[in-house]
């Protein structure tokens, strides 16, 4: 009865801090860019116009919800609920922390420590090409109908070398389950380097943060909204909350892809060259671990935004030709080069 | 408990709120049907032709590609995951799975000779 409470409790919370900070972000983002391009902002909704996410929210919840005539209904409707789906439910094996001891009982701060956490994610990432699919389909309209194709194709594309990647961290840590991934990324490499997965998988890094860009399509890899030409891609006839799922699924993609970069290569909750559970007491270890896991999520959060203003888009040439041309034969040498290791250490 | 009921709670909670927010969308917007709100956008003027037609091959051909790469992946993960102690017991797995590589990536390999993910 007790584990059923403890695990409803973190359910709940974890399942709405997921959402909050996928909501923060819409804001993060557009004063981030207005910071970056000298303008102000949104700043009239409450202080520095926090209150702007709400103010969005209650505009998409009160827009007439319009299905056009010639879309296929059901699939129209489907389209925006598989994209939401797995997007808010990929959290739920990532950690957000250590653990935090209450009364003498343990509690990890993990909504699921599975064994196959990491195919989880994965499973749940690959997902989204049928709300995208089926809801560019499903407008039957040749701007929805063209972005859903380029969209699946890039994502699918991607999803190739962002498995590689991924499949060179489990080569490493030969597991599955992201908390006993975290737990072994404590103390030093090779004596002054952190423990963390980067420094044994730095190619690995960066083949996963550049399919990780294109996952969540962001910038450079946004094709899918390339508005100047194809109108606004597969979401062109959505509106109301329709439409909000597909653009806030987007932004808790986002904070899954940047927890699960702070769990495979940064070290999770771990400080370098520090051991916080040595000094601190029991529950503010606890609540410590889950700053630190935040923080490095946080800024991986903001490399999304600060990218996006940085660096133009590609064409879509350019975008299948890095995907399979460079992509995914650097993740089989990075694979090949991790394997030869290994096998050489044993 | 396993791990896996916590997930399918997680889950079932993901569903409730996405249909609530579609369900509270539907009853708090305005109802107005017109028809010209019903029609097919297409950038301001009237439908010049029908959204089913022909598109471009590549797309199929690059979906052809990505069930070849991803299935690959897939086999590999398991193998991954044990590879520590199968690799104790010699080179054999990391031939094994490497020749098996080896045999996709000249496919690949020929699928870009063939100018199959070029897009002009």
Redesign the interface.
Known sequence: MD??VI??I???FI?TWTLLIATLMTWVERRGSAMMQDRLGPNRAGPFGLFQPLADGIK???????????AHKILF?LG??LF??PA??AY??IPFGDKLIVNGKEIILQ????NVGF??VVALGAMAVYGIVLGGWGS???????GG??S??QL??Y??PF??SL?AV??VY???SLREISLVQQGTFLGFLPNWGIFKQPLGFILFIVTAYAEANRVPFDLPEAESEI?AGYH??YG???L??YLFGEYVNMYTLAALMVTLYFGAWHLPYIDMSKFLGPVSYGIASFLVFFLKTAFFLWLFVWVRWTVPRFR??QV??LG??AL??LA?VN??IT??C??LT? | MSGFETIVMYLGMSLLVVLAMIGISAALGPFRPKPRKATTYECGVPLLDPAEKRYDVKYYLVAVLFLVFDLETVLIYPIAVRYKALAHIGWGVFFEVFIFVAVLLAGLLYAIKKRAIEWE
């Open positions: 584990n059923w695990a409803l973190k359910v709940v399942w998409l919840f009160t827009k007439e919800d319009i299905i056009p005539e010639k409707s925006p609920i939401a789906l808010f439910s739920a094996v909504v699921a420590d599975v195919l989880y039957n309209n040749k701007y929805s109908i063209l194709l380029r699946t194709a699918i594309s999803e190739v498995g590689l499949l489990v080569l030969g597991t599955f109108v062109t006839e109301s909350m329709r909000g799922l879509y040439d299948m030709g399979w041309k995914i034969p089989l694979l090949f394997a030869l290994i096998q044993v």
